[in-house]
């Protein structure tokens, strides 16, 4: 089970952790003992100071994902800061502005430090947080294993050109394992797998979706199964009314359950909507960008030297995507010109997906455009730095898709 860390200044130490996964025990990476990390959490409006102590052999860099965070904080290679090399430590310090569901992880290495456990779940609670029972955090992760059952060292290129490093072994990590029925509950789902986009069935529970990638909605979702690209999340706000299951529809597969004891009565208040974060309003004139998805297994050829390519560049161009004043409203035409899904995310802001009309939907870090598709968003750039902007299919992100923005 992952720990909770207690206190508001923390102290993050990557390094090899014994741990049993799959039924089988082996060394995977985590934070403090902990496969995968502890869970971080504070209230919105603190300021969070995290150490990370390196206790890797290679380099290793952490990233706070979703949170609007000053640019030099945001743990990202070349654009902010360098890797923190073996046996250094590196000063986190960012005030968290937002309420709702984060998490972190390594941003060195990505697609192969993240595949062997270094994440966790990084909470921002409400000032005020809505009346549940139980507020549990749920990891969708899976994992590439071999014949014996352990983490496979292999990394066929296949992995980086098609829909990435699927895992055999298929886990839902609960922070807890029992509730009674008739409990209402928060379930914060996050996505922490390096390719897998999930298609989520949750039995047991009945309610509505309040919040998808930390921001809440302005109205309650129902659902039935919920699309969970690698990176995003989804809290769900509901009443529990039998054994929770979790499982994958794509799959066939059951990842984990939380079971059921006793009975208490149930609440008859309807599921409240969470109250909204600060988010900045669109204005003056729209900066116009296009960005193409190229490459991949089947895929056209393009001008970049990796499998994919943005633009027709593979890797971090030396010009940002987009070069906008603070406060600039910018939007982005994206174009999947490959035969696979991608979910681009972007760094240190929030963006509105835009439906064929042009109307705003939801406001999110991460955007699933599934193969052949397109899609329109809308960001206000009002975080000075440079941020990046990559699929957060992490094989594909190590193979070229990765661009920036630069805010002024
Ligand atoms: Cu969750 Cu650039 O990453
Ligand atoms: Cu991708």
Redesign the pocket.
């Given at each position: 089970m992952p720990s909770v860390a207690a206190a508001q200044n923390y102290v993050l130490r990557p390094e090899p952790v014994m741990t049993s996964l799959g039924g089988v025990r082996q060394e995977l990476l985590g934070f403090n003992g902990s496969w995968p990390g502890p869970e971080l959490r504070a209230r919105q409006g603190d300021d969070m100071r995290v150490r990370v102590e390196n206790g890797l052999k290679d380099g290793v860099l952490v990233h706070w994902h979703g949170l609007r965070l000053p640019n030099r904080m945001d743990g990202v290679n070349v654009l902010t800061q360098d890797v923190i090399p073996p046996d250094v430590s590196n000063d986190y310090r960012f005030p968290v502005p937002d309420a709702g569901t984060f998490w972190y992880h390594s941003h060195y290495l990505s697609y192969d430090q993240v595949s062997r456990g270094l994440f966790g779940p990084l909470i921002i609670d409400e000032q005020q947080p809505p009346d549940v029972d139980h507020d549990i955090t749920v990891q969708l992760f899976d994992m590439l294993t071999d014949d014996s059952g352990v983490y496979d060292e292999d990394t066929g290129a296949e992995q980086f050109t098609s829909a990435?490093r699927i895992g055999n072994v298929m886990t839902a990590i609960v922070s807890r394992e029992t509730v009674q029925r008739g409990d209402r509950v928060r379930l914060r789902l996050i996505n922490p797998s390096i390719?897998r986009v999930y298609s989520l069935r949750i039995n047991g529970i009945e309610g509505m979706i309040v919040a998808l990638d930390g921001m809440p909605l302005e109205q309650p979702r129902p659902f039935e199964d919920i699309i969970l690209a690698p990176g995003q999340r989804c809290d769900v706000l509901g009443d529990v009314s039998d054994e929770i299951t979790f499982a994958d529809d794509d799959a066939g597969r059951t990842l984990g359950r939380i079971a059921v004891h006793r009975q208490r009565q149930r609440r008859t208040t309807a599921i409240p909507t969470l109250p909204p974060n600060p988010m900045p309003q669109p204005k003056g004139r729209e900066v116009k960008a296009r960005l193409v998805?190229q490459g991949g297994a089947g895929g056209g050829k393009h001008g970049g030297f990796g499998t994919?390519a943005l633009n027709d560049v593979s890797g971090l161009p030396r010009e940002p995507l987009l070069n906008g004043r603070r406060g600039t409203t910018a939007r982005i035409s994206l174009r999947n010109d490959?035969g696979?899904?991608?979910?681009?995310h972007l760094h240190g802001h929030h963006f509105w997906e835009l439906s064929e009309n042009g109307e705003p939907g939801d406001y999110r870090d991460g955007t699933l455009v599934r193969a052949g598709e397109g899609r329109d968003i809308l960001c206000v750039l009002d975080n000075p730095g440079n941020w990046m902007f990559h699929?957060?299919?992490l094989?594909?992100?190590a193979d070229g898709?990765a661009t920036w923005l630069r805010v002024g």
């Open positions: 990435g390719d998805i994919w490959t696979y899904d991608h979910v681009m699929c957060h299919m094989s594909h992100q898709m």
